[in-house]
C-alpha cells in the first residue's frame, strides 16, 4: 500500500471521487467523510458520500449531510457514483465488510482505492492509505492529510464543524487517553478559523427524542448486570425492548460508556439483538484490551479501549459465550484493575 503522499498526483487533476463509511455511521465517520468531501470539493473535484445505512438524526445537522446518498435506500443510484468514480475513499473502516451491505459494490470497485483509518489490522485491497491506532480519530487524520496537501488556508467552517465532531465524541469529550498534544493544537487551529463548538456539543448531546432517555433510565434500572469480582459490566438489550422504545439509528450510541463510570467497574459490555445478527459494543478503562477481547471471542475489534463484535447465535447463547469468555479473561481484568488503582 502506497502512502498518502504519493497520491498527490493523482488528485492534481479534477476527478470523480466517491467516499464511504462503515455501517452505522457515527460522528467520527460522518464527520471524515463529509470534511473531505468539502475540502476535496474546494480542490475542484467532483465528489459524493455514500453511506452504507440511515444517518442518525443527531448527526444531520452536519453540512450537506442531506446530500449523502444511502445505499440501502437508493442502490442504484449509489452503485452509478462508484461506476463514475475513479477514486475512492474508504474513511474510518479497514475492511470493506465494516460497510455490510455495501461491502460487495466496493469489492467490485475499478479505481484507485484509498484508506484512512485509525483501526488495527488493515486489509491489503488499498492502493494507497494510512492506518495509524495511535491517532484519536479519523477526523484527526482527515485534517493532517489536508495539512499534508498544503491545505490549511481552504479549511472552512463547513469542514472545520464536521471534523471536530468526530473528533470530540472519538476522545469522549477529550478525556481518553487518545487526546494528545496533536488533539488539542488542532482543535486551537479549527476554533482561530472561528469555529463555535458548544453548539456542536449540544447538536450532538442534546437533541436525543424522550423514548432514548427513557430507554436510558430502563436500561440503567433493570438491565445493568453488575460483577464486581471482575470489575465488569453487562448490558443485553432484547430486540423487543428496542421495539418497545421505538429507537432509531443511533439512540443506543454510547450507552456502554455508563457504567465506566461506576467506581471499581473497568470493562463494559453492551449487547443488542438485531433481525440478523447480535452486535456488540465492548468499552474499558486502563489497560484490559478490549480489541482483544473482541477479535478473540467475537470475531470483532477496534481498539485498546473501545471494540465491537458480533455473534450469530442466539442472545441467550451469545450472554453464555460472554460469560465464559468473563471466566477466562477474569485473572487479567483483576491484573488491570489492580494496575488502574
Known amino acids: 500500500m502506497k502512502t498518502l503522499a504519493e497520491l498527490a498526483p493523482l488528485l492534481s487533476a479534477p476527478q470523480k471521487i466517491a467516499i464511504t463509511?462503515?455501517?452505522?455511521?457515527?460522528?467520527?465517520?460522518?464527520?471524515?467523510?463529509?470534511?473531505?468531501?468539502?475540502?476535496?470539493?474546494?480542490?475542484?473535484?467532483?465528489?459524493?458520500?455514500?453511506?452504507?445505512?440511515?444517518?442518525?438524526?443527531?448527526?444531520?445537522?452536519?453540512?450537506?449531510?442531506?446530500?449523502?446518498?444511502?445505499?440501502?435506500?437508493?442502490?442504484?443510484?449509489?452503485?452509478?457514483?462508484?461506476?463514475?468514480?475513479?477514486?475512492?475513499?474508504?474513511?474510518?473502516?479497514?475492511?470493506?465488510?465494516?460497510?455490510?451491505t455495501l461491502a460487495g459494490s466496493l469489492t467490485n470497485f475499478n479505481g484507485t482505492k484509498v484508506m484512512i483509518d485509525h483501526h488495527l489490522f488493515p486489509d491489503t485491497v488499498f492502493d494507497f492509505g494510512l492506518s495509524l491506532p495511535s491517532k484519536s480519530s479519523t477526523c484527526e487524520m482527515v485534517y493532517d492529510?489536508?495539512?499534508?496537501?498544503?491545505?490549511?488556508?481552504?479549511?472552512?467552517?463547513?469542514?472545520?464543524?464536521?471534523?471536530?465532531?468526530?473528533?470530540?465524541?472519538?476522545?469522549?469529550?477529550?478525556?481518553?487517553?487518545?487526546?494528545?498534544?496533536?488533539?488539542?493544537?488542532?482543535?486551537?487551529?479549527?476554533?482561530?478559523?472561528?469555529?463555535?463548538?458548544?453548539?456542536?456539543?449540544?447538536?450532538?448531546?442534546?437533541?436525543?427524542?424522550?423514548?432514548?432517555?427513557?430507554?436510558?433510565?430502563?436500561?440503567?434500572?433493570?438491565?445493568?448486570?453488575?460483577?464486581?469480582?471482575?470489575?465488569?459490566?453487562?448490558?443485553?438489550?432484547?430486540?423487543?425492548?428496542?421495539?418497545?422504545?421505538?429507537?432509531?439509528?443511533?439512540?443506543?450510541?454510547?450507552?456502554?460508556?455508563?457504567?465506566?463510570?461506576?467506581?471499581?467497574i473497568i470493562f463494559s459490555t453492551f449487547i443488542t439483538e438485531r433481525d440478523n445478527e447480535i452486535r456488540m459494543s465492548f468499552r474499558s478503562k486502563g489497560l484490559f484490551n478490549v480489541n482483544e477481547f473482541a477479535r478473540t471471542y467475537f470475531n470483532g475489534g477496534g481498539h485498546a479501549n473501545a471494540a465491537g463484535g458480533r455473534s450469530h447465535a442466539s442472545l441467550s447463547d451469545t450472554i453464555e459465550i460472554y460469560r465464559k469468555a468473563i471466566i477466562q479473561t477474569e485473572n487479567q481484568l483483576k491484573q488491570c484493575y489492580n494496575e488502574l488503582v
Open 145 to 264: 492529510f489536508i495539512n499534508s496537501t498544503s491545505g490549511n488556508s481552504l479549511i472552512d467552517l463547513n469542514i472545520a464543524r464536521c471534523l471536530y465532531a468526530g473528533v470530540m465524541t472519538d476522545t469522549g469529550s477529550f478525556k481518553f487517553p487518545c487526546t494528545t498534544g496533536s488533539v488539542h493544537a488542532m482543535v486551537s487551529d479549527l476554533m482561530e478559523k472561528g469555529l463555535q463548538t458548544a453548539p456542536i456539543h449540544q447538536a450532538i448531546f442534546d437533541t436525543f427524542n424522550v423514548n432514548r432517555l427513557r430507554f436510558l433510565g430502563y436500561v440503567l434500572s433493570e438491565k445493568m448486570i453488575i460483577d464486581p469480582a471482575t470489575h465488569s459490566s453487562l448490558i443485553p438489550i432484547t430486540k423487543e425492548e428496542l421495539n418497545r422504545f421505538q429507537l432509531k439509528t443511533g439512540d443506543t450510541e454510547g450507552i456502554v460508556n455508563y457504567p465506566l463510570s461506576i467506581q471499581d
Open 21 to 100: 463509511h462503515h455501517y452505522n455511521p457515527d460522528a467520527d465517520a460522518l464527520g471524515s467523510s463529509l470534511g473531505l468531501f468539502h475540502y476535496l470539493n474546494q480542490l475542484g473535484h467532483s465528489c459524493h458520500v455514500i453511506s452504507p445505512n440511515a444517518i442518525p438524526d443527531f448527526l444531520r445537522w452536519m453540512p450537506e449531510s442531506n446530500s449523502v446518498l444511502i445505499y440501502e435506500e437508493n442502490k442504484q443510484a449509489a452503485d452509478a457514483v462508484l461506476d463514475e468514480s475513479t477514486i475512492l475513499f474508504s474513511l474510518d473502516y479497514n475492511h470493506y465488510s465494516r460497510t455490510q
